[in-house]
């Protein structure tokens, strides 16, 4: 069974961008060889850390973005892990949250088309009465 993953590593700051190309193409190759599809490949740039990780203060964010089973998943973590380059990565799930956004957009075009409806249909008959009389102001004179 398919499922959709993002995967972001963090690559060493001083990695040229040559490496980080050999680099990304070859998790790719991995995936694709094991019966996944890569969606997407962003390049985030170089950023800085929230915390010092082996001694770098800053490095270079990659996001994948895979669809693929288990086993691709296990097997591109476990050469995240091994890779010299990479100081840090997470590999999140991410079909489950596509489920729940679409359901609280259906929701929301529900209750969007409820509320449109209601706007669009003649005012009551009440309010539609002409106003009564306002009565007349009165000014307390001092005698």
Same mark, same amino acid.
């Given at each position: 069974m #398919? /499922?959709?993953? +993002?995967v972001m590593f963090i690559v060493r700051p001083d990695a040229a961008d040559e490496d980080v190309d050999k680099l990304i193409d070859g998790f790719t190759a991995n995936?694709?060889?094991?019966?996944?599809?890569?969606? #997407?490949? &962003?390049?985030?740039? /170089?950023?800085?850390?929230?915390?010092l990780v082996r001694k770098f203060n800053d490095g270079n964010y990659i996001l994948l973005t895979i669809e693929a089973g288990g086993p691709v998943v296990l097997e591109l973590e476990r050469r995240l892990r091994v890779s &010299? %380059?990479? =100081?840090?990565? =997470?590999?999140?799930? =991410?079909? +489950? &949250?596509?489920?729940?956004?679409?359901?609280?957009?259906?929701?929301?075009?529900?209750?969007?088309?409820?509320? +449109? *409806?209601? *706007?669009?249909? %003649? @005012?009551?008959?009440?309010? #539609?009465?002409? %106003? @009564?009389? +306002? %009565?007349a102001e009165t000014t307390a004179a001092s005698a």
């Open positions: #398919s /499922r959709l993953y +993002e995936v694709t060889a094991g019966g996944g599809v890569v969606k #997407s490949v &962003e390049k985030m740039g /170089r950023r800085k850390l929230a915390y &010299e %380059p990479v =100081i840090k990565f =997470i590999t999140v799930r =991410i079909d +489950e &949250e596509e489920k729940r956004v679409a359901k609280v957009k259906a929701k929301r075009g529900v209750r969007r088309t409820a509320t +449109e *409806a209601a *706007a669009a249909a %003649p @005012a009551p008959a009440a309010a #539609s009465a002409e %106003p @009564a009389a +306002e %009565p």
